[in-house]
């Protein structure tokens, strides 16, 4: 079983800044990339960036050097720092990956539970 926990959301005033983690755990044998996502208030979710096994990152132009993604992969976790934070940031942000198992030969894909960022004016 593989589980990705999100944490680090909150409340946080305009112009302020938060830092969210996502641990994934379990039989894990690699992951490739590793991704956040927020559900803008229409419900669809938007890919806000991702950082690939050699660090490499992609952002969304709306967060282009305000949010910056980072990993520690011995302990299979991804970082999203956030800064000058604004009120249409507050969704609710993802952790997605896709893995491979201990034992599985294909890749496997997985959604964290989510974690409330609200940022107010």
């Known amino acids: 079983q593989v589980q990705l926990v999100e944490s680090g959301g909150g409340l946080v005033q305009a112009g302020g800044s938060l830092r969210l983690s996502c641990a994934a755990s379990g039989s894990i044998a690699s992951i490739n990339v590793m991704h956040w996502y927020r559900q803008t208030p229409k419900k669809e979710r938007e890919l806000v960036a991702f950082?690939?096994?050699?660090?490499?990152?992609t952002y969304a132009d709306s967060v282009k050097g305000l949010f910056t993604v980072s990993r520690y992969n011995a302990k299979n976790t991804v970082y999203l720092q956030m800064n000058n934070l604004k009120p249409e940031d507050t969704v609710v942000y993802y952790c997605?990956?896709?893995?491979?198992?201990?034992?599985?030969?294909?890749?496997?894909?997985?959604w964290g539970q989510g974690t409330q960022v609200t940022v107010s004016a």
């Open positions: 997605y990956t896709q893995l491979f198992r201990v034992g599985v030969v294909v890749w496997q894909a997985y």
């Open positions: 950082i690939r096994s050699d660090d490499s990152t």
